[in-house]
């Protein structure tokens, strides 16, 4: 063989070879693309189980350590038990008996009992009147009695009231 021919011969083989590498990375170009893209689709989605357990776990906690409080209208109260303490009494509405005194003569004298008959009694009435009252709803024995004399009055028609009382 000449060598040009033996020249052109290694010519024509490593050409050969060099479209057969270029083929070739080529084809590995495109198989590593499609590599690429699959793992790629694989590594983006994301596994939701462990948060999803860690939220429930999370609200399970809580619920265990919260305390649930009742409802704002209830208020506690203690109540001291049935023989305890002493009873409160209901305050009584006093008898007021009012002495006036006659300008011209002061040895007189009128009474006035307040909250029922108005109209002045004399004094010789007094205890009949009390007694009366005393009789009513809501008055008894120990109902108080308030004796509230002008300046005028005499003190001893003072004292006969509060003896008739």
């Known amino acids: 063989m000449s060598s040009r ?3 052109s011969e290694v010519d024509r083989i490593l050409g050969a070879a060099r479209e057969a590498g270029a083929a070739s990375r ?15 689709l694989v590594a983006i989605s994301l596994n939701l189980t462990p948060m999803i357990d860690v939220v429930f776990l999370l609200l399970l906690f809580f619920l265990a350590a919260s305390r649930f409080s ?7 109260a203690r109540l001291p038990a ?26 007189q004298c009128s009474v006035t ?5 108005e109209t002045p009694i004399p004094m010789s009435e007094l ?25 005028d009055v005499r003190w001893d028609h003072v004292v006969n009231a509060y003896n008739a009382a």
């Open 127 to 151: 205890a009949n009147a009390l007694k009366k009252t005393q009789q009513q709803p809501g008055f008894d024995a120990d109902t108080p009695v308030h004796l509230m004399a002008d300046n």
């Open 113 to 117: 009992i307040e909250r029922f008959d």
């Open 70 to 76: 009742p409802n704002e209208g209830m208020l506690e």
């Open 5 to 7: 021919s033996a020249d």
């Open 26 to 40: 080529d084809r590995h170009r495109r198989s590593d693309r499609h590599r690429r893209r699959r793992t790629s």
């Open 82 to 107: 049935r023989a305890a303490g002493a009873s409160m009494e209901i305050p009584r509405t006093p008898i007021r008996v009012r002495f006036l005194a006659p300008p011209n003569q002061p040895d």
